[in-house]
């Protein structure tokens, strides 16, 4: 049975993907994702799952987490191709994070996002090892073509 836990409202589904709420809407415009509706409020609600499966839709395998500590935590990272991380989240920051996963592994890529645009930040994630940095809101396009380079080994983001 499912519970209200494997649900997500429009704007914590939207930080989950490190995407715009009316990027969501748009993707499910498309019939990208489907949407259900809480039966108490209406509030649009998106299945965790379904955000996993459409991360997936890319050939990619994709785990979503709501923290820094659910990633170290996870047991995913030995085989983890790249990591998709926000700079401001509960507990540990997306720098701090990056800063602990660099020491740990080296190799493995990571992109981050954020809603707050600070050009200092931005130029030191990318000069501590991030392979792109997107401010929010940005193309799913351009995220998966980052990905993309960041796994295959393409130019890194300037």
């Known amino acids: 049975m ?3 836990d494997d649900y997500l409202q429009i704007n914590e589904a939207a930080a989950y993907l ?4 009316s990027t969501l809407r748009n993707w499910e415009k498309q019939g990208k994702l489907t949407t259900h509706r809480n ?7 998106y299945k965790k799952k379904d ?12 785990a979503g987490f709501h923290s820094a500590e659910d990633v170290l935590h996870s047991g995913l990272l030995p085989e983890a191709s790249c990591l998709i991380t926000d ?31 600070d050009e200092r930040i931005r130029q030191s994630a990318l000069s501590d090892g991030a392979a792109f940095f997107f401010y929010k809101p ?4 351009d995220l998966l073509g980052a990905v993309l380079s960041a796994i295959y ?6």
């Not at 955000?51 to 994709?62: G, H, M, V």
């Open 2 to 4: 499912e519970k209200i």
């Open 153 to 158: 080994g393409s130019a890194k983001e300037d």
């Open 87 to 117: 700079l401001r989240m509960p507990g540990i920051q997306g720098v701090e994070l990056q800063h602990s996963l660099k020491r740990e592994y080296p190799n493995l890529p990571i992109v981050m996002i954020t809603a707050h645009r």
């Open 39 to 45: 039966p108490i409020n209406s509030y649009r609600l």
């Open 138 to 141: 940005f193309d799913p396009n």
């Open 51 to 62: 955000l996993e499966n459409l991360l997936k839709s890319a050939e990619f395998s994709a």
């Open 18 to 21: 490190g995407i715009s709420p």
